[in-house]
Each structure stands twice: as C-alpha cells, then as structure tokens.
C-alpha cells in the first residue's frame, strides 16, 4: 500500500503531461496552422478598378505594386482595368489598396494558379491564330498525320482533311519518341513543308517544340506551338515559351493532375504570353486496351477553374482509330472548343502512331457528324 500511494501520483502526472503534449502537437498540426494553408492565404490579389478610372490612377497603383514587390498583369476589359498582383499579400496591404482613388474592389486569389484562374479574368479568353479565334464558341478541328514524313505525302493529306472540314493543320517535324531507335521526324525540313501546306491550304500549322533551343526556329515556320504531354513539366522551356508572341498549345502530361497542368500554363503566361491553348490528351491508368485514359472530365473542369480555351486529341488520348469518333462526339459534349486528330492517308504504312490514325475518309464523315453535334447543341 505505501509503494502504491508513492507510484500512482507520479504515474497520473505523467499521463497528463503526455496527453498535454499530444494536444499541443495536434493544435499545431491543425490545418488552418499549417504552414502551407498560411503561406497561400497570403498570396496574390486582384484589383478591381471602377468603370472608367483614370489611367493616372491606374499607374498610381501599379507604381505602388512595385515598389511593394509585386508582379503585376493588367487585364484591360472593355469597362474597366483589372490588375493581378503577385506576391506576398497581408491584410494591411489590401486594406491599403483598398481605400486608393478608383479602386472598386480587392479579390484575394486563393487559388494556387493565379493569372490563369477564372478569379482574375471572368469572361472565357480567345486565342488567335491565323484568321480564326480559338474559344470564340466555334469548333476548331486540326488535322493531319502524327509526323511530316515527307513533302508530296504531307501536301496531300493536307488538301484531304481541308476539303473535309478541318481548319488547321497538324504534324511532326520534332518527334519525341520512346525509343531512341524510332523515327526521330524530318527536323527543319519537316518545318519547310509545313510551312508549305500552309501556303498551299491556307489553313494554320500546329507542330510541336521540344527544345528551347528551337524555338527561334520553330517560330519562323509554326503558327502554333505545341508542348508535348513529356514536356508539360519542361519549366525552362515554359518560361522560354512565355517570352514569344505566339500561341501556345499545352497537352497535359500522362501522369499530371489537373492543378499541375494548369500550373504549367501558369508558367507561360507568368512569363509574359497570355495566349495558352489546354490539350487533354489522356493519362496514364491501369487499363490497358487504350493507350491512355482520355480524362473529359477536364475538359468542364478546366473550363470552370480558368478561362483558357480547351481542345481535346482522342487519337492520342485512346490509341485506337476505332475509338476516335465516338470520343470526338463526347468531347464536344463535354463543350471543347476544338479537336486535334491524327490523319494517314496508309495508317498500316505511318511512321507512327498508325494505329490512332483515321483515314482521309473516315476523318470525312466524322466531322461531318462532329458539325452537326456541335450544330445542336
Ligand atoms: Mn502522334
């Protein structure tokens, strides 16, 4: 009995003490404690300016921005100026802001994605290419073969999906491919024809960029550049792509969320070019009768958390030519403001990706079905 009375206390003691660590532990582990929700609560805001304000007020703020650290993007709308502010956002700022001349309103951005989000600009943004605007409402169907292969067969596959319908033009001439062994593309003569065919048909080219070291190249010939799905993560080359004036076509990657594909856009337009073009491509899942797992949930949802343009590639995003249409159907469903579709004129004979490739004529009666559901809707 007296060891007892002696151990008991000391026994009690110590569980207090342990359950008072444990709570402290968990108070600082609460989410709103974290270290990162703290970090992005404290992140970039927009400015709202009144209809109308005096360009020296909006210089006033931007000035101020600056001096404060801030990037700042303006987004002139019709009426009124926004301006997106990135940096270390606290409520003293914002309040200062607040009360400046021709100031309507302060919106916090709580996204992780600032310039890209629907919270910095409301209205859907269109990019031009060429003489078409890609988000404007209409359906821009691109075509062609996966590679340029060469020139007699490249110019005629063109006027094919022209005289079909499409209105811009796709194809290869820097190939990332699997294997080092595989058809590696035509390079900068791959680059020529496409600039040929787009003499001959009138229509835009689309061809991929993988280095940034070819950008100066690539943008003498291409009216679009597109980053390959391998590349989305490529954050050199994104900031490199920020820099040009030239429209942007970002596939997402295989194994890439939506928030980090939208994060990649972030990259591009953070760095200057505005003009980003969406591609779901597919991702990477377990099955396996389909070279990807074309995710057209995305395709709503990257509509709702940004206002870029979306367009959707069944021919990569199945693997199978088979698959192509009927994905091409619930793509514009799922309300995409484009296609992008591979065409051979002898899949058997491609020197890749034949498998995903309609022919002339098959790509002919799909968009003709692909229109007139467009049409309805
Ligand atoms: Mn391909």
């Known amino acids: 009995m007296v060891g007892n009375t002696g151990i008991m206390p000391l026994v009690i ?10 709570t402290f532990r968990l108070q600082g582990l609460k989410p709103d404690n974290h270290p990162q929700t703290l ?58 802001f607040e009360t400046m001349p021709g100031v309507e309103k302060i919106i916090p951005i709580l ?5 890209a989000s629907r919270e910095f600009k409301q209205q859907p943004s269109m990019v031009a290419v060429g003489n078409k605007l890609v988000g404007d409402g209409s359906l821009q169907v691109i075509a062609g073969p996966c590679a340029v292969e060469g020139r007699e067969l490249f110019l005629e596959v063109a006027c094919m999906v022209k005289e079909a319908g499409a209105t811009m033009l796709r194809g290869g001439a ?40 070819m950008i ?33 076509l970002l596939k997402r990657g295989p194994s890439a969320t939506v928030e980090e594909w939208i994060m990649a856009a972030e990259y591009i337009i953070s760095s200057g070019n505005p003009q980003v073009i969406m591609c779901e491509r597919g991702i990477r899942t377990f099955e396996k009768y389909t070279r990807n797992t074309l995710d057209l949930s995305a395709v709503p949802l990257i509509k709702q958390l940004t206002h870029l343009p979306v367009i959707v590639d069944p021919s990569h995003g199945t693997g199978k030519w088979k698959l192509v249409e009927p994905m091409a159907l619930a793509a514009i ?3 995409c403001d484009g296609l992008m579709v591979e065409v ?34």
């Open 333 to 335: 469903g799922a309300g």
């Open 344 to 377: 051979h004129q002898n899949p058997n004979e491609a020197l890749s990706d034949g498998p995903q490739s309609l022919t002339p004529e098959h790509f002919n009666s799909m968009v003709r079905k692909i229109n007139a559901l467009k049409a309805a809707l």
């Open 174 to 213: 820097f190939k990332p491919r699997t294997s080092p062994y595989s058809f590696q593309g035509l390079e900068e003569e791959g680059l020529e024809i496409l600039a040929e065919a787009r003499e001959a048909t009138g229509l835009p080219v689309v061809t991929e960029i993988m280095d940034p070291r």
């Open 216 to 248: 100066a190249l690539v943008t003498r010939y291409a009216d679009v550049l597109q980053v390959g799905a391998r590349n989305m993560q490529n954050f050199f080359l994104l900031r490199e792509l920020g820099k040009i004036n030239k429209p942007i």
């Open 13 to 22: 003691s110590s569980l207090m003490a342990f359950l008072f660590f444990l």
């Open 111 to 115: 996204q992780p994605f600032k310039l």
């Open 39 to 96: 970090k992005r609560r404290k992140s970039s805001m927009i400015i709202v300016m009144e209809k109308n304000a005096p360009t020296d007020a909006i210089t006033m703020i931007t000035g101020k921005l600056e001096d404060k650290g801030f990037q700042v993007h303006l987004s002139q709308g019709v009426e009124r100026t926004i301006i997106g502010a990135i940096g270390e956002r606290t409520q003293a700022t914002m309040e200062m």
